[in-house]
T-cell receptor, first 114, second 108 residues
Framework: GAVVSQHPSRVICKSGTSVKIECRSL??????MFWYRQFPKQSLMLMATSNEGSKATYEQGVEKDKFLINHASLTLSTLTVTSAHPEDSSFYIC??????????FGSGTRLTVV | TQLLEQSPQFLSIQEGENLTVYCNSSSVFSSLQWYRQEPGEGPVLLVT?????EVKKLKRLTFQFGDARKDSSLHITAAQPGDTGLYLC????????FGAGTTVTVRA
């Protein structure tokens, strides 16, 4: 079946630094990738949708300059949290889809900003 | 605005008991999906329902989709500790919209 690899699984960074999270589709070409944020025991909140080769579409209330998304190839999307602050600490999950196919989720990245 | 409402928010039961989780949507999606998520992991798809009135079974899990395609339920028979997790329903159109989730704890 389709596999999505997300890296790193955990990261701790200092306040003010930037962190990059990678999401790779291992055995299929992901025309669309989605980035979610999840707080403890809460649901997934969609942050942005990215199509390969074009700019990401951000959900209302998500700062595009804060959360930079790049989807340069059909197998890789990255989320960069810029100038991270403690309130950015969260669980970030990516999802990939090939065409109108099913959604496959990564295993998530636990970001802690200290 | 939360398009999908799940209830209950939390559910704690003893091993062997049955449980039901509900999902109600204010909109009709092209399909509705149920996921289970364990701590520190991404959600894993359990089932997709498309047709109103549809019933799908996955071992001890039974999924129902309402005739109007706006409500769905997940029923687990004889729950086991391994069923513990966050259960999420999601409506699918050009993206997935998730419900708030139900945290299920099955005590041994």
């Amino acid at each position: 079946g389709a596999v999505v690899s997300q890296h790193p699984s955990r990261v701790i960074c200092k306040s003010g630094t930037s962190v990059k999270i990678e999401c790779r589709s291992l055995d299929f070409q992901a025309t669309t990738m989605f980035w979610y944020r999840q707080f403890p025991k809460q649901s997934l909140m969609l942050m942005a949708t990215s199509n390969e080769g074009s700019k990401a579409t951000y959900e209302q209330g998500v700062e595009k300059d804060k959360f930079l998304i790049n989807h340069a190839s059909l197998t890789l999307s990255t989320l960069t949290v810029t100038s991270a602050h403690p309130e950015d600490s969260s669980f970030y999950i990516c999802s990939a889809r090939a065409g109108q196919g099913g959604y496959t989720f990564g295993s998530g990245t636990r970001l802690t900003v200290v | 605005t939360q398009l999908l409402e799940q209830s209950p928010q939390f559910l704690s039961i003893q091993e062997g008991e049955n449980l039901t989780v509900y999902c109600n949507s204010s909109s009709v999606f092209s399909s509705l999906q149920w996921y289970r998520q364990e701590p520190g992991e991404g959600p894993v798809l359990l089932v997709t329902v498309v047709t109103g009135g549809e019933v799908k079974k996955l071992k001890r899990l039974t999924f129902q989709f309402g005739d109007a395609r706006k409500d769905s339920s997940l029923h687990i028979t004889a729950a086991q500790p391994g069923d513990t997790g966050l259960y999420l329903c999601a409506g699918r159109d050009y993206k997935l919209s998730f419900g708030a989730g139900t945290t299920v704890t099955v005590r041994a």
